[in-house]
């Protein structure tokens, strides 16, 4: 796909947005409120969703971005980059902190690279004689390939073995070398052993086309894309009293004849799918650009390979996100079902700049409005760990936009209140927080994520039933509507679908 560079996008378009906004004006308000789902899981990978679809990856341990420690038997203590990477690797610390960490890349279901705290490879001085162990290269390559091999009796203790293959060895707490060529005991003797431990672990997109690799990848996603939401899916949305669904989807969507590697193609279909169910049906679509390149959030479920987070960083990067937004928006903006496009799911704060957020969402609405004066544009606020979200900080971009909403995502996750105190939580805090973010004269608000999970051991039938009934009366206040998280996941209460078969909740 030949993506359009923002300077195209702001020049060619923004004249016809201003026309569009003079014309339309900001009054401009839906007919109806959405009352939707997600179909997460679908297009956009989440493992929590649905875990059985990483059953069949070999050595499915060892997935892309998990979190490893290796503590050596011998000095006790975990081997780690000095200064977190760009010089040679010690073990010398007898608690592991985040230079003593580090974050797996899948080669194969044999081979990795392991990243340290600095972003650099853990692997084999190329200056020296090939046995110091260092963590310079930015560049995964040979020398910084490693097999990870486990004690069959044990699956914490394994050794580290390097592409000239040998073992890895600390021999003091200063001095790492790769030249161990015996076999081992595996005894607290052996100074190539260490005691693993598995910090985290990450289950998305790129996960899962990494882990089944080239050849069995295409077969199991298009299984699962063929499978998980299908048309009779649709009928029992729109037999439901929702109107709309909102699809996630991942960047890689927009190339899907030649996706970059490890992405797989046929999710485009998928989609093609979606819109015609949506229109025999009678249900809207609302598109979620949920997973952008290099993510905006770190997190799986924007297609991170290791927690990094790298979406906004150069002009590029913003560039080829907004070519993603052209694309849909050029494919689908004549489909009768296409109410919204949400730019972006989710950026988290401070990484994704306040000046990044706003350069793209300008450019991606222009993008939407080159092809569309009627679809709606969807901004995510940006999420701050430990507050919640700030669409306010949003409201001088979208002063002036026409179809302008701005989505707020509410997750009410409090164990340690009672079943009452929740409700109250919803009927005092979320709606005080709501009409913070809507107001007569400001963009559309749109709590977009939502569920009626709540994390409270023993809750009875009843006490969810009221939960859901208090967060439907508030989110039902938002302008432009709400969306529940998701139709379907093998945990009861995050799917509509078992809640509403079940009982749980009435729309």
């Known amino acids: 796909m030949a993506i359009c560079s923002l300077k195209q996008v702001l020049t060619i378009s923004t004249v016809f947005a201003l ?3 003079v014309s339309n004006g ?10 939707a789902v997600s179909l997460g899981g679908w297009l956009v990978t989440e493992g929590w969703i649905k875990p059985s679809l990483f059953d069949g990856i070999p050595n499915k341990e060892f997935l892309d971005g998990t979190v490893l420690q290796f503590k050596s038997v011998t000095v006790g203590k975990y081997l780690g980059a000095k200064s977190g990477g760009g010089t040679i690797m010690v073990a010398d610390q007898a608690s592991a902190s985040d230079r003593e960490t580090f974050k797996l890349w899948r080669i194969n279901a044999t081979n990795f690279n392991l990243r340290v705290f600095n972003k650099q490879f853990m692997g084999l001085d190329k200056n020296g004689n090939g046995t110091n162990v260092v963590a310079v290269s930015n560049k995964p390559g040979r020398l910084e390939t490693f097999k990870i091999v486990r004690y069959h009796k044990d699956a914490t203790r394994v050794r580290i073995k390097a592409s000239s293959g040998f073992f890895l060895q600390v021999k003091t707490e200063k001095l ?3 030249d161990y060529g015996c076999e081992s005991t595996w005894r607290d003797d052996d100074p190539s052993v260490f005691i693993m431990t598995v910090v985290g672990s990450m289950h998305g997109e790129f996960q899962v086309t990494n882990g089944y690799g080239p050849e069995l990848a295409p077969k199991v996603m298009r299984e699962h894309w063929n499978t998980f939401i299908t048309e009779d899916d649709f009928k029992f949305i729109y037999q439901n009293g929702l109107n709309a669904v909102r699809v996630p989807v991942g960047w890689w969507i927009a190339s899907d004849l030649t996706p970059p590697k490890p992405y797989v193609g046929g999710s485009l279909q998928a989609l093609d799918n979606a819109f015609s169910w949506a229109a025999k049906y009678g249900l809207k679509v609302i598109l979620d650009l949920h997973a952008a390149p290099g993510s905006q959030n770190g997190w799986e479920h924007s297609s991170s390979r290791d927690g990094s987070q790298e979406w906004g960083l150069t002009e590029e990067n913003i560039q080829q996100t907004v070519g993603v937004i052209d694309f849909l928006a050029s494919r689908y903006s004549k489909s009768p079902s296409l109410y919204a496009i949400e730019l972006m799911n989710e950026p988290l704060a401070p990484r994704a700049t306040l000046d990044s957020v706003t350069k793209y969402y300008m450019a991606g609405y222009n993008a939407v409005r080159k092809h569309s004066s009627a679809t709606y544009v969807i901004i995510s606020s940006r999420l701050k760990l430990g507050e919640s979200d700030q669409p306010r ?9 026409t179809r302008i909403v701005i989505d707020v995502h509410y997750y009410s996750r409090f164990p340690n209140m009672t079943v009452q105190q ?6 005092t805090n979320r709606s005080a927080e709501l009409n913070h973010a809507t107001t007569s004269d400001g963009p559309l608000t749109f709590v977009g994520e939502w569920v009626g999970e709540w994390g409270i051991s023993n809750a009875t039938k009843e006490d969810y039933q009221r939960f859901c009934k208090a967060q439907l009366k508030v989110y039902g206040r938002a302008s432009f509507g709400w969306a529940y998280w998701t139709l379907k996941n093998v945990n009861n209460h995050w799917s509509l679908e078992w809640m509403i078969n079940n009982g749980y909740i009435k729309l």
């Open 393 to 401: 900080e949003l409201f001088p971009l979208a002063n002036g936009l």
């Open 19 to 21: 026309i569009v906004a």
């Open 422 to 427: 929740n409700i109250d939580f919803i009927k």
């Open 176 to 178: 790492v070398t790769a």
């Open 26 to 35: 900001r009054s401009v308000k839906p007919s109806f409120k959405i009352k």
